[in-house]
């Protein structure tokens, strides 16, 4: 696609790919608070429309359907161009690999190619799947990961570890001012629903009074972050003058088991928990690493798992009703 409307001759301009996903209209909103015009690209395979419905009478903000894996021109200067889109939740792996592997690698190299064009600075969003199971715990930046390249989440893990390596070939051999991100556990209002991850699962299955579903013995841990934080990191990253890749992330570590309690506790729930195989290739442990973060931009999380949960919480049962 060629010729994406939404150019402006004043003010700071914005390119959003991912920006109807849970994460990426967060971010819109953040930029848009900063005084950005922002272009919200999205194909809406996974994102939502009401994720952007509260921005549809904001005219600094322009949304374009379209599939970043397919070349896009965009009409005037950009100043910024953050690579967000993907399916990211383990439901979509085996029933879309072929567009994570694509939006990952193609649309990668095409947003690097239009920041490169517009001399613009540019974000990936990669991820903490880039570690695959590890093999150390917490997971620092300069760990390579142990990753399963042909197993089933192979489509996501590995078009993440591609997208890095391109960000990094367009520093190296363009002098493009590129910065990498590696998100790890999020959540937050605007997840989706049928996500298939932890939070929309427990939260779902105890507002509907529905077993909780535990996967293993629920020993397996992850480290939640409120999606607040997560953007205020990002936006740290962005902001920074270091290219090389950051963990975001909390070190609020919880069992599955742990936490398929406090939801049933906080939701009132009469759920019952229910005990399932562990899914091929399911991380054992995950907790960052942050002390680059921390040292280097003076990003840490603001707010504690028990307001996270309670503000999800109430997203949910609205969002269910």
């Given at each position: 696609?060629?010729?994406?409307?939404?150019?402006?001759?004043?003010?700071?301009?914005?390119?959003?790919?991912?920006?109807?996903?849970?994460?990426?209209?967060?971010?819109?909103?953040?930029?848009?608070?900063?005084?950005?015009?922002?272009?919200?690209?999205?194909?809406?395979?996974?994102?939502?429309?009401?994720?952007?419905?509260?921005?549809?009478?904001?005219?600094?903000?322009?949304?374009?359907?379209?599939?970043?894996?397919?070349?896009?021109?965009?009409?005037?200067?950009?100043?910024?161009?953050?690579?967000?889109?993907?399916?990211?939740?383990?439901?979509?792996?085996?029933?879309?690999?072929?567009?994570?592997?694509?939006?990952?690698?193609?649309?990668?190299?095409?947003?690097?190619?239009?920041?490169?064009?517009?001399?613009?600075?540019?974000?990936?969003?990669?991820?903490?799947?880039?570690?695959?199971?590890?093999?150390?715990?917490?997971?620092?930046?300069?760990?390579?990961?142990?990753?399963?390249?042909?197993?089933?989440?192979?489509?996501?893990?590995?078009?993440?570890?591609?997208?890095?390596?391109?960000?990094?070939?367009?520093?190296?051999?363009?002098?493009?001012?590129?910065?990498?991100?590696?998100?790890?556990?999020?959540?937050?209002?605007?997840?989706?629903?049928?996500?298939?991850?932890?939070?929309?699962?427990?939260?779902?299955?105890?507002?509907?009074?529905?077993?909780?579903?535990?996967?293993?013995?629920?020993?397996?841990?992850?480290?939640?972050?409120?999606?607040?934080?997560?953007?205020?990191?990002?936006?740290?990253?962005?902001?920074?003058?270091?290219?090389?890749?950051?963990?975001?992330?909390?070190?609020?570590?919880?069992?599955?088991?742990?936490?398929?309690?406090?939801?049933?506790?906080?939701?009132?729930?009469?759920?019952?928990?229910?005990f399932r195989p562990l899914p091929q290739d399911d991380p054992r442990q995950r907790r960052p690493d942050t002390t680059r973060a921390r040292t280097i931009l003076s990003w840490q999380p603001?707010?504690?798992?028990?307001?996270?949960?309670?503000?999800?919480?109430?997203?949910?049962?609205?969002?269910?009703?």
């Open positions: 696609m060629t010729g994406v409307p939404g150019g402006t001759n004043s003010g700071r301009r914005a390119v959003v790919s991912g920006a109807a996903g849970f994460i990426g209209s967060h971010v819109c909103d953040r930029l848009l608070e900063r005084g950005y015009h922002v272009l919200g690209v999205d194909n809406f395979v996974t994102g939502s429309r009401l994720n952007l419905a509260h921005l549809e009478h904001e005219n600094r903000f322009c949304a374009v359907d379209h599939d970043v894996s397919e070349h896009i021109d965009v009409e005037g200067p950009v100043d910024l161009v953050l690579h967000l889109a993907s399916p990211a939740s383990p439901i979509d792996f085996p029933a879309m690999p072929i567009k994570i592997v694509k939006v990952g690698t193609l649309g990668t190299h095409n947003l690097l190619g239009l920041a490169k064009a517009k001399a613009a600075r540019f974000l990936l969003a990669s991820t903490s799947e880039v570690y695959g199971d590890p093999l150390i715990h917490p997971q620092p930046e300069t760990y390579w990961g142990n990753v399963n390249p042909i197993g089933p989440r192979g489509c996501y893990d590995e078009a993440k570890r591609c997208a890095e390596a391109f960000t990094m070939a367009y520093h190296r051999a363009h002098h493009l001012e590129t910065r990498i991100v590696r998100i790890f556990n999020t959540y937050g209002p605007r997840m989706r629903l049928d996500d298939g991850r932890v939070i929309p699962n427990f939260f779902t299955q105890a507002l509907r009074g529905e077993p909780l579903t535990v996967y293993g013995d629920g020993s397996q841990t992850r480290s939640l972050c409120y999606v607040d934080d997560l953007v205020s990191g990002i936006l740290a990253v962005l902001d920074g003058a270091d290219p090389m890749p950051f963990n975001i992330g909390t070190q609020d570590e919880i069992t599955m088991l742990e936490l398929a309690r406090l939801i049933k506790e906080l939701a009132n729930s009469p759920s019952e928990l229910v603001q707010t504690s798992m028990a307001d996270g949960l309670r503000r999800t919480l109430e997203y949910f049962r609205t969002a269910l009703k």
